[in-house]
């Protein structure tokens, strides 16, 4: 079962970027679907996008389609979450997952989560 390691987030003003990073142990991360959630105060976990192990293509919650992008580096066991354009509402703690299975839009499933990152966008 992998285990994840997220890393990269901070404070940045509105319009900024940042790359957040989860690393995985366990020498089968390939055949993982890997996904992003967030959560924000007072609220529940929501889907932010995923990248399935099968495919070349991520897909991505309405809410950051265009401006943030997953990829992964197999061969180093890691995804990425690059954000752009960031707004105050792209606050959160930001989590990845990892699952043996297909990827879903709800958090129950999953085999493993990460301990999470902060971001926080000032406006």
């Known amino acids: 079962q992998a285990q994840l390691v997220e890393s990269g987030g901070g404070l940045v003003q509105a319009g900024g970027s940042l790359r957040l990073s989860c690393a995985a142990s366990?020498?089968?991360?390939?055949?993982?679907?890997m996904v992003w959630f967030r959560q924000a105060p007072g609220k529940e976990r929501e889907f932010v996008g995923a990248?399935?192990?099968?495919?070349?293509?991520?897909v991505y919650a309405d809410s950051v389609k265009g401006r943030f992008t997953i990829s992964r580096d197999n061969a180093k066991n890691t995804v990425y979450l690059q954000m752009k354009s960031l707004k105050p509402e792209d606050t959160a703690v930001y989590y990845c997952?990892?699952?043996?299975?297909?990827?879903?839009?709800?958090?129950?499933?999953?085999?493993?989560w990460g301990q999470g990152t902060q971001v926080t966008v000032s406006s």
């Open positions: 366990g020498p089968t991360f390939w055949s993982y679907d």
């Open positions: 997952g990892a699952v043996k299975g297909s990827w879903s839009a709800i958090t129950s499933g999953y085999d493993c």
């Open positions: 990248f399935s192990w099968s495919s070349t293509r991520p």
